[in-house]
């Protein structure tokens, strides 16, 4: 079945640090989903990108959706402590009104 | 806009009891979705609903589970007679379909759910 692969698992970064996750899709996409999950928190949508080789930014953010619509990547410039968290990724089964989520990329600071 | 609100916070009990967890969608969103987190599962989806009729529900476990949505405020996931496997934080979440197909999702705080 199609499936969303997302990588790494966990990244450990000093402050200040970049951080970068990326998403592989088994299928084209229509669109692709960003969410940050705060530690005991719940999923918050961040962003929907939708066209071929798009690149959006939101402050330090800047988010990718590749020119073949099936993989995307999110990095963070100059990490900081509000970016503790995990970031999933998700697209469309394509099927029905069902998003495909990735595993997480879990953001850890290093003290 | 109040988000979506899901109660209890933390429910612990024991093994064979019954649960119901309660969602409250944001007012006009016509899609609802339940989802359990575990740390080795992920998000998984369990069932969702669109003006209150369950359209896929493959994602719920097992007969033990059942999901209602009486009307487009509220609803409902019941376990029973629930497991220790069903420890897990339930997430209620909706979403607007006047976004379009997929459109982004506003998730509940979510139930901690212990099952000794």
């Known amino acids: 079945g199609q499936q969303v692969m997302q990588i790494p698992q966990y990244q450990h970064v000093q402050e200040g640090e970049d951080f970068t996750t990326y998403c592989n899709s088994s299928?084209?996409?229509?669109?692709i989903q960003w969410y940050k999950q705060r530690p005991g928190g719940h999923p918050v949508f961040l962003i929907q990108?939708?066209?071929s080789g798009e690149v959006k930014k939101q402050k330090r953010l800047t988010f990718q959706f590749g020119e073949a619509k099936k993989n995307s990547s999110l990095h963070i410039t100059a990490t900081q402590t509000t970016d503790v968290g995990t970031y999933f990724c998700?697209?469309?089964?394509?099927?029905?009104?069902?998003?495909?989520w990735g595993a997480g990329t879990k953001l850890i600071i290093k003290p | 806009d109040a988000g979506v609100i899901q109660s209890p916070r933390h429910e612990v009990t024991e093994m064979g009891q019954e649960v119901t967890l309660r969602c409250k969608p944001i007012?006009?969103?016509?899609?609802l979705f339940w989802y359990r987190q575990t740390m080795m599962r992920g998000l998984e989806l369990l069932i969702y609903?669109?003006?209150?009729?369950?359209?896929?529900d493959s994602g719920m476990p097992e007969d033990r589970f059942s999901a209602k949505m009486p009307n487009a405020s509220f609803s409902t996931l019941k376990i029973q007679p629930s497991e220790p496997r069903d420890s897990a934080v339930y997430f209620c979440?909706?979403?607007?379909?006047?976004?379009?197909?997929?459109?982004?999702?506003?998730f509940g705080n979510g139930t901690r759910l212990t099952v000794t």
């Open positions: 979440a909706s979403s607007a379909s006047r976004g379009g197909w997929n459109s982004p999702l506003h």
């Open positions: 007012s006009g969103h016509d899609y």
């Open positions: 609903f669109n003006n209150n009729v369950p359209i896929d």
């Open positions: 299928t084209t996409l229509s669109n």
């Open positions: 990108l939708v066209k």
């Open positions: 998700a697209g469309p089964s394509g099927s029905n009104y069902q998003l495909i």
